[in-house]
Protein backbone atom coordinates (compact mmCIF):
# COMPACT_ATOMS: atom_id res chain seq x y z
CA UNK A 1 0.00 0.00 0.00
CA UNK A 2 1.48 3.74 -0.93
CA UNK A 3 1.41 6.45 1.83
CA UNK A 4 -0.87 8.92 1.33
CA UNK A 5 0.56 12.21 -0.30
CA UNK A 6 1.08 15.52 1.90
CA UNK A 7 2.59 18.77 1.13
CA UNK A 8 6.14 18.39 2.60
CA UNK A 9 5.74 21.42 4.31
CA UNK A 10 3.03 24.39 5.33
CA UNK A 11 3.41 27.59 7.13
CA UNK A 12 1.43 30.77 8.05
CA UNK A 13 1.85 33.70 10.84
CA UNK A 14 0.15 33.69 14.10
CA UNK A 15 -3.47 34.17 13.61
CA UNK A 16 -3.90 32.63 9.90
CA UNK A 17 -5.59 29.90 8.87
CA UNK A 18 -3.88 27.56 7.19
CA UNK A 19 -4.97 23.65 5.18
CA UNK A 20 -3.06 20.69 5.43
CA UNK A 21 -4.42 18.24 2.44
CA UNK A 22 -4.44 14.23 2.34
CA UNK A 23 -4.48 12.92 -0.95
CA UNK A 24 -5.45 8.75 -1.39
CA UNK A 25 -7.54 6.81 -3.42
CA UNK A 26 -11.04 5.39 -3.47
CA UNK A 27 -9.52 2.25 -1.66
CA UNK A 28 -8.53 4.15 1.28
CA UNK A 29 -9.00 8.16 1.80
CA UNK A 30 -12.09 8.20 -0.65
CA UNK A 31 -13.31 4.80 0.31
CA UNK A 32 -13.99 5.02 4.20
CA UNK A 33 -14.98 7.55 6.66
CA UNK A 34 -11.96 6.34 9.07
CA UNK A 35 -9.51 9.08 8.31
CA UNK A 36 -7.31 10.46 10.62
CA UNK A 37 -5.45 13.38 11.75
CA UNK A 38 -1.89 13.02 14.35
CA UNK A 39 -0.11 15.98 15.53
CA UNK A 40 4.12 15.62 16.89
CA UNK A 41 5.94 17.79 18.53
CA UNK A 42 9.73 16.82 18.32
CA UNK A 43 10.40 14.05 20.06
CA UNK A 44 6.84 12.85 21.49
CA UNK A 45 4.58 11.11 20.58
CA UNK A 46 1.73 11.73 18.00
CA UNK A 47 -1.53 12.78 19.27
CA UNK A 48 -4.93 12.19 17.74
CA UNK A 49 -6.17 14.98 16.85
CA UNK A 50 -9.44 14.07 14.85
CA UNK A 51 -11.05 10.85 14.11
CA UNK A 52 -13.49 9.59 11.60
CA UNK A 53 -12.87 12.17 9.23
CA UNK A 54 -14.12 15.14 11.24
CA UNK A 55 -14.46 14.21 15.01
CA UNK A 56 -12.67 16.49 17.73
CA UNK A 57 -11.68 14.41 20.60
CA UNK A 58 -12.34 15.53 24.16
CA UNK A 59 -9.35 18.41 24.65
CA UNK A 60 -8.99 19.30 21.34
CA UNK A 61 -9.36 22.58 20.56
CA UNK A 62 -12.09 23.61 18.12
CA UNK A 63 -9.15 25.94 16.04
CA UNK A 64 -8.81 22.35 14.04
CA UNK A 65 -11.64 21.09 11.80
CA UNK A 66 -11.33 18.95 8.93
CA UNK A 67 -13.45 17.72 6.16
CA UNK A 68 -13.32 15.28 3.25
CA UNK A 69 -14.00 15.13 -0.19
CA UNK A 70 -13.30 12.70 -2.72
CA UNK A 71 -10.31 11.18 -2.65
CA UNK A 72 -8.69 14.09 -0.74
CA UNK A 73 -8.63 15.07 3.06
CA UNK A 74 -8.06 18.30 5.10
CA UNK A 75 -7.49 19.43 7.98
CA UNK A 76 -7.60 22.92 9.29
CA UNK A 77 -5.73 24.74 12.35
CA UNK A 78 -7.69 28.62 12.16
CA UNK A 79 -6.23 31.33 14.82
CA UNK A 80 -2.67 29.56 14.24
CA UNK A 81 -0.40 29.74 17.31
CA UNK A 82 2.92 29.47 18.15
CA UNK A 83 2.13 25.90 20.00
CA UNK A 84 0.52 24.66 16.44
CA UNK A 85 4.12 24.63 15.16
CA UNK A 86 4.64 20.45 14.95
CA UNK A 87 4.42 17.46 12.36
CA UNK A 88 1.12 16.59 11.48
CA UNK A 89 -0.06 12.91 9.78
CA UNK A 90 -3.02 11.91 8.60
CA UNK A 91 -3.93 8.09 8.74
CA UNK A 92 -7.25 6.17 6.91
CA UNK A 93 -8.58 2.69 6.84
CA UNK A 94 -8.17 1.08 3.29
CA UNK A 95 -10.16 -2.11 1.60
CA UNK A 96 -7.43 -3.88 2.38
CA UNK A 97 -8.38 -3.97 5.92
CA UNK A 98 -5.44 -2.26 6.65
CA UNK A 99 -4.48 1.10 7.82
CA UNK A 100 -1.91 3.87 6.19
CA UNK A 101 -0.13 7.31 7.37
CA UNK A 102 0.40 9.81 4.84
CA UNK A 103 4.13 11.06 4.42
CA UNK A 104 3.47 13.67 7.02
CA UNK A 105 3.60 17.70 7.07
CA UNK A 106 6.01 20.28 8.70
CA UNK A 107 3.80 22.99 9.79
CA UNK A 108 6.05 26.29 10.63
CA UNK A 109 4.38 29.30 12.27
CA UNK A 110 6.08 32.06 11.18
CA UNK B 1 -7.03 6.38 32.30
CA UNK B 2 -5.85 4.66 29.36
CA UNK B 3 -2.31 4.09 29.55
CA UNK B 4 0.18 1.83 27.04
CA UNK B 5 3.70 1.26 27.45
CA UNK B 6 6.48 -0.48 25.04
CA UNK B 7 9.55 -2.61 26.13
CA UNK B 8 12.10 -4.24 24.42
CA UNK B 9 15.75 -4.31 22.97
CA UNK B 10 16.90 -1.17 22.23
CA UNK B 11 19.51 -2.60 20.04
CA UNK B 12 19.34 -5.92 17.89
CA UNK B 13 21.77 -7.64 15.34
CA UNK B 14 21.11 -7.54 11.82
CA UNK B 15 18.87 -10.87 10.72
CA UNK B 16 17.79 -11.24 14.53
CA UNK B 17 14.25 -11.18 15.75
CA UNK B 18 12.72 -8.30 17.64
CA UNK B 19 10.26 -8.93 20.58
CA UNK B 20 8.75 -5.59 21.33
CA UNK B 21 5.91 -5.92 24.13
CA UNK B 22 3.08 -3.13 24.59
CA UNK B 23 1.99 -3.19 28.58
CA UNK B 24 -1.28 -1.05 29.39
CA UNK B 25 -3.70 -0.04 31.52
CA UNK B 26 -7.12 1.77 31.61
CA UNK B 27 -8.79 -0.66 28.96
CA UNK B 28 -9.56 -4.55 28.36
CA UNK B 29 -8.29 -6.08 25.09
CA UNK B 30 -11.58 -8.40 25.80
CA UNK B 31 -14.13 -5.12 25.36
CA UNK B 32 -15.88 -5.56 22.03
CA UNK B 33 -14.60 -2.36 18.97
CA UNK B 34 -10.86 -2.03 21.21
CA UNK B 35 -7.73 -3.02 19.21
CA UNK B 36 -4.24 -2.28 19.93
CA UNK B 37 -1.82 -1.12 16.98
CA UNK B 38 2.08 -0.83 16.64
CA UNK B 39 3.34 1.94 14.25
CA UNK B 40 7.12 2.79 13.76
CA UNK B 41 9.04 5.89 12.68
CA UNK B 42 12.83 6.16 11.20
CA UNK B 43 14.74 8.79 13.08
CA UNK B 44 13.30 11.92 10.69
CA UNK B 45 10.69 10.20 8.74
CA UNK B 46 7.04 9.33 8.62
CA UNK B 47 5.27 7.32 10.73
CA UNK B 48 4.36 3.70 9.58
CA UNK B 49 1.70 1.16 10.72
CA UNK B 50 2.99 -2.10 10.91
CA UNK B 51 0.13 -4.00 12.21
CA UNK B 52 -3.31 -4.00 14.75
CA UNK B 53 -4.97 -6.71 16.82
CA UNK B 54 -8.71 -6.57 17.81
CA UNK B 55 -10.83 -7.67 21.20
CA UNK B 56 -11.79 -10.92 18.88
CA UNK B 57 -8.45 -11.78 17.76
CA UNK B 58 -8.82 -9.80 14.70
CA UNK B 59 -4.91 -9.51 13.23
CA UNK B 60 -4.59 -7.22 10.70
CA UNK B 61 -0.84 -6.16 9.27
CA UNK B 62 0.71 -3.90 6.31
CA UNK B 63 1.25 -5.85 3.58
CA UNK B 64 5.00 -4.75 3.48
CA UNK B 65 6.30 -6.20 6.32
CA UNK B 66 3.28 -8.97 6.49
CA UNK B 67 5.81 -11.92 6.03
CA UNK B 68 8.31 -10.92 8.93
CA UNK B 69 5.61 -9.82 11.59
CA UNK B 70 3.55 -12.04 14.18
CA UNK B 71 1.09 -9.81 16.78
CA UNK B 72 -0.02 -11.40 19.39
CA UNK B 73 -2.07 -10.71 22.75
CA UNK B 74 -2.45 -11.80 26.46
CA UNK B 75 -6.03 -10.25 27.66
CA UNK B 76 -4.92 -11.51 31.24
CA UNK B 77 -1.86 -9.52 31.49
CA UNK B 78 -2.95 -6.40 29.57
CA UNK B 79 0.10 -6.86 26.73
CA UNK B 80 0.18 -7.17 23.23
CA UNK B 81 3.33 -8.41 21.60
CA UNK B 82 4.85 -7.83 18.38
CA UNK B 83 7.41 -10.17 16.44
CA UNK B 84 9.66 -9.12 13.43
CA UNK B 85 11.86 -11.40 12.34
CA UNK B 86 15.26 -10.28 9.94
CA UNK B 87 15.63 -7.37 11.42
CA UNK B 88 17.76 -4.96 9.30
CA UNK B 89 19.21 -1.11 9.61
CA UNK B 90 16.87 0.17 7.77
CA UNK B 91 14.09 -1.35 10.41
CA UNK B 92 16.22 1.21 12.90
CA UNK B 93 13.06 3.60 14.46
CA UNK B 94 11.33 4.35 17.30
CA UNK B 95 7.99 1.81 17.78
CA UNK B 96 4.92 3.17 19.52
CA UNK B 97 1.70 1.03 20.36
CA UNK B 98 -1.42 2.66 20.49
CA UNK B 99 -5.13 2.05 21.42
CA UNK B 100 -8.22 1.85 19.44
CA UNK B 101 -11.22 2.87 18.10
CA UNK B 102 -12.08 6.11 16.93
CA UNK B 103 -8.57 6.63 15.01
CA UNK B 104 -4.90 5.70 17.61
CA UNK B 105 -6.11 7.88 20.07
CA UNK B 106 -4.11 6.62 23.12
CA UNK B 107 -0.11 6.12 22.42
CA UNK B 108 2.46 4.99 24.51
CA UNK B 109 5.94 7.11 25.13
CA UNK B 110 8.12 5.10 21.78
CA UNK B 111 11.21 2.98 22.40
CA UNK B 112 13.71 3.29 19.82
CA UNK B 113 15.15 0.44 18.12
CA UNK B 114 18.40 0.36 16.58
CA UNK B 115 19.35 -2.30 14.77
CA UNK B 116 22.91 -2.70 14.03
CA UNK B 117 26.25 -4.93 14.27
Redesign the interface.
Not at chain 1, 45 to 48: D, E, I, S, Y
Not at chain 1, 96 to 104: A, D, E, I, L
Given at each position: ?S?LTQPASVSGSPGQSITISCTGTGSDVGGYN?V?W?Q?HPGK????M???VS?R?SGVSNRFSASKSGNTASLTISGLQAEDEADY?C?SYTS?????????TKLTVL | QITLKESGPTLVKPTQTLTLTCTFSGFSLSTSGVGVGWIRQPPGKALEWLALIYWNDDKRYNPSLKSRLTITKDTSKNQVVLTMTNMDPVDTATYYCAHVPGGFDYWGQGTLVTVSS
Open positions: QAYSYQAPKLIYHSPYCSRTWVFGGG | -
